[in-house]
């Protein structure tokens, strides 16, 4: 069944309602086209992120465009040296992460990740780390990822990833890899399956970038 779009903005309107974090914050939601739009403020980049993840994970939803702007209570705000030495701390601290290879400079309160790292996970991990760390605003991560030998059955690597998870029919998916490149086709049901089938094919051996063309398609039935 095809959802309206102020269907969607009711759902996405409940779904953050839903979210005790999500409590105290003044965000105003619009729908175009299955495309939905957050505004307003938020007492922190994590209640930022909780937010866009909230509003993915409701049906029909095609894309976000995340406009919440941070504005830190009093008590969350503090330098940017207190913010990057913290943040330093949790970067050696998490046993995923390679040592001495990610830094983190802040600037205004935005944390800005540079290095490189061996998988896409790690990079995941870096932003995910510092994200939660008091008086940041912002993350922007310019990790790369070590190129390495694109394995030949990194396809069918893949492929199966989709496979196994249970939120997916791979048989709508398409794969194809160019060196280190995967490209995705096909349709999902959500933009929330969308992006976790691109986190999938990006965390397979020897990909280092998703070119994601899943198109999503609420009206496309449910597995079974």
């Known amino acids: 069944m095809q959802h309206s779009d102020e269907q969607i903005r009711r759902d996405v309107e409940e779904e953050l309602r ?68 913290a943040a330093a701390d949790a970067l050696e601290w998490n046993v995923a992460l390679p040592k001495d290879r990610i830094k983190a400079r802040v600037e205004n309160g935005w944390v800005t990740l540079e290095g490189d790292v061996d998988w896409s996970f790690q990079k995941e991990a870096a932003e995910r780390t510092v994200r939660s760390i008091t008086g940041v605003k912002g993350v922007t991560s310019l990790i790369t990822v070590r190129v390495r030998p694109t394995p030949s059955d990194v396809k ?45 094919a990006r965390n397979a051996p020897g990909i280092t970038e998703v070119e994601n063309r899943l198109v999503v398609d609420p009206s496309v039935p449910a597995v079974v």
């Open 18 to 85: 839903y979210d005790p974090s999500l409590a105290e914050d003044d965000i105003a939601v619009s729908v175009r086209d299955g495309v939905v739009t957050l505004v307003g403020r938020v007492k922190s980049y994590l209640d930022k992120w909780h937010a866009e993840r909230s509003a993915s994970r409701v049906r029909g939803v095609r894309a976000i465009a995340n406009d919440l702007d941070v504005r830190l209570p009093s008590t969350s705000t503090r330098p940017d040296t207190a913010i990057a030495r």
């Open 156 to 200: 069918k690597k893949i492929t199966d990833a989709l496979e196994r998870g249970a939120e997916f029919d791979a048989e709508r998916i398409t794969v194809e890899v160019d060196g280190n490149k995967a490209i995705l086709r096909g349709t999902v049901r959500s933009f929330a399956e969308r992006r976790d089938a691109e986190r999938a």
